[in-house]
């Protein structure tokens, strides 16, 4: 009976030695239509026009951008591109210079 036992210890301890193997990956995340679609180039008729909220929403929708950004002078702003996102800069009068996606 010791050896039974003794057996069965020294499987159990086995078992536990034994790996899994790693789960599949799992599937890429279906694309969203219009994300990563912006196209700065249709809404460059906006450069010299005052930026406020209609022209910005105007800029967004003509570009396909999910999100805009818009950049005063001087202002501190992070560097990572974004391609759904639209940037108006501005001067300093608040009228729009340029327009970029990133």
Do not use: H, W
């Amino acid at each position: 009976m010791p050896t039974i036992a003794l057996l069965a210890a020294m499987l159990l301890s086995l078992t536990a030695c034994i790996t899994q193997p790693p789960a599949p990956p799992s599937p890429p995340a279906p694309a969203t239509p219009g994300l990563g679609s912006c196209d700065a180039s249709k809404a460059q008729f906006l450069v010299g026009y005052e930026s406020g909220l209609a022209i910005q929403d105007q800029a967004r929708t003509r570009s396909g951008a999910a999100t805009i950004r818009t950049l005063k002078p001087g202002q501190a702003v992070t560097l990572e591109y974004n391609a759904d996102r639209l940037n108006l800069s501005l001067d300093a009068g608040g009228r729009i210079v340029r327009v970029t996606c990133g």
